[in-house]
Structures are given as C-alpha cells and as structure tokens.
C-alpha cells in the first residue's frame, strides 16, 4: 500500500510540474509577444485582447497536440501487442 501511495504521489507531483512548466511557458510567450508599452503601469486593451488570444490559442494547440500523443500512443501500443502475439 506504502509504494501504491508513493507511486500515486509521484505522478502528482509530475503532473503539477508539468502544469507549472505549460504555464510558464505560455505566460512567457503570450507576455513576449503582447506586452510592448512600458511607458504605463495599465495594460492597454491591445495587449489584453493580445494576451488573451495568445493563451487561448497556446492552450488550443496544447490540446491538439496532447491529443494527437495519445492517439499516436493507442496505435503503438495496439502494434506492439499485435507484433507480441504473431510471434507466439
């Protein structure tokens, strides 16, 4: 049960890295490619609406290809246990 525990743990750990690390990601890329006034303390409406279309389209893309992984995954795995059992 110890180790059952310790494994699930882990894998949240790993996930919520992996969470920080998208979000750092984004943010860099959408703050990079939308913020360019720092004459101001506000953030125009220009880059707001930037920003936003940026993370939308960050995290669409995201998405996208997290799906297309796993679909990629599902066939490897099912090739692999077919090639498994043509060779029993």
């Known amino acids: 049960h110890n180790l ?3 494994m699930a743990d882990g894998e949240q750990i790993r996930a919520f890295k992996d969470f920080l690390s998208n ?3 984004l ?3 959408c703050f990079t490619d939308c913020v360019w006034d720092f004459t101001t303390r506000k953030v125009s409406k220009g880059e707001e609406n930037c920003a936003m279309n940026c993370a939308e389209k960050y995290l669409k ?3 996208r290809i997290s799906t297309r992984f796993q679909e990629f995954q599902m066939i ?3 090739n692999a246990l077919s090639a498994m059992n043509k060779a029993l």
Do not use: D, L, P, V
Request: proline letters at 0%; a negative charge; hydrophobic letters at 15%.
């Open 61 to 63: 893309a995201n998405q």
């Open 27 to 29: 943010s860099e890329h």
């Open 23 to 25: 979000y750092n990601k």
């Open 4 to 6: 059952s525990q310790n």
């Open 76 to 78: 490897a795995n099912e």
